[in-house]
């Protein structure tokens, strides 16, 4: 076999058949290459090298790439949210939504946020009650249907814990708590 002089750090020479295979993205060749390594004892230096390889040639994502995929998956999952707060939005609706499994987007969104979903949903839809209640003089049950809640009660439960006050009195406030 012939080597060619290309030298990737950590894993040694590069052979011309593994630079024919990368260039004619033959992958059963590549499979049949690391199979031909492995009967040699030389798998994980030669599978190190085809990765290696792939990543110069932009066949496979970095791990750079894949955080700033994942970073920009979280922002349209951030603006998708603050767009829809008022609607019924749900794990297992957004996980749909951006094609994932629930338990996947569950830990993915806590994982990225530091919060639960819900936790999340809630502190945006309480900022939006907030605002309301300064700002119009709808009722309270108008808001909470607004801003995407469907039982009052469950509303001011969630005020209550977030704002420590409930919505009538955040209103009657002189100077409102943000």
Not at 25 to 35: D, F, L, R
Not at 39 to 65: C, H, M, P, W
Request: net charge positive.
């Amino acid at each position: 076999m012939k080597k060619y002089g290309v030298m990737i750090v950590g894993t040694g020479w590069v052979s011309g058949e593994h630079i024919r295979a990368f260039e004619m993205n033959e992958h059963s060749q590549v499979v049949a290459i690391v199979s031909r390594s492995y009967e040699r004892g030389r798998a994980k230096a030669d599978v190190l090298q085809i990765i290696s390889e792939l990543i110069r040639q932009r066949q496979l994502i970095t791990v750079q790439q894949c955080l700033s995929q994942k970073s920009e998956r979280l922002k349209q999952i951030i603006e998708y949210i603050r767009k829809n707060y008022s609607t019924q939005l749900t794990i297992a609706a957004m996980a749909d939504e951006f094609h994932m499994s629930e338990k996947y987007f569950s830990r993915y969104f806590r994982n990225a946020t530091g919060q639960n979903f819900t936790a999340y949903l809630n502190t945006i839809r309480i900022k939006q009650a907030c605002t309301l209640l300064r700002e119009t003089d709808r009722t309270v049950l108008e808001i909470a249907f607004e801003c995407g809640y469907e039982n009052v009660s469950y509303f001011n439960r969630v005020f209550r814990s977030q704002m420590g006050i409930s919505p009538l009195q955040y209103r009657n406030t002189s100077d409102y708590i943000q």
